[in-house]
């Protein structure tokens, strides 16, 4: 005697609401553990991304190359080059920070803050993602920074 359709789909959003749930749950404790634990005055630098914006995000990283691994394919894009980290101007920008690696839930957490504040951060960033993307607020470019510390800044439009 198995399940019925009805019965089965009840189950599965059942499994569903539970994973979800337990993502949520997950993605808190990320958070809360940046802003009370990990990232010095991380208040007074970084905000957390709202719903909005998070799936701005999310869409973005869909459609770039990005391999298993983390590692952006650069020839896929537009335009890209070595960033230096020396150009004030760009280091002022305010940008998104998105882990390309660790655990799934980290790719649900999206933090704002200047260049220069994650670059000066960056040890205590690279706890959770050794590859990431710093994606420039108007959504235009980005700076990936590789787990060797390597950055590259790529060009969206």
């Not at 337990?22 to 991380?42: G, H, L, N, P, Y």
């Not at 709202?50 to 391999?67: A, F, G, V």
């Not at 691994?69 to 101007?89: E, M, V």
Request: glycine share 6%; aromatic share 14%; net charge negative.
């Amino acid at each position: 005697m198995g399940l019925t359709e009805e019965q089965r789909a009840r189950m599965n959003k059942l499994i569903a609401d539970c994973r979800k749930r337990k993502t949520e749950r997950a993605v808190s404790s990320i958070k809360e553990q940046m802003s009370a634990e990990m990232i010095e005055d991380f208040a007074k630098k970084y905000r957390f991304a709202d719903s909005e914006t998070s799936e701005r995000l999310k869409k973005l990283l869909d459609e770039l190359p990005i391999n298993r691994i983390g590692r952006i394919d650069f020839d896929k894009l537009p335009a890209h080059r070595t960033f230096s980290a020396k150009n004030t101007d760009t280091r002022k920008r305010m940008v998104w920070f998105c882990s390309l690696c660790g655990s799934e839930e980290i790719f649900e957490v999206f933090v704002k803050g200047s260049l220069f504040d994650f670059l000066a951060d960056y040890d205590d960033w690279y706890f959770y993602g050794a590859y990431m993307l710093l994606v420039y607020d108007d959504f235009g470019g980005f700076v990936y920074i590789d787990d060797n510390g390597n950055m590259t800044e790529a060009f969206l439009q």
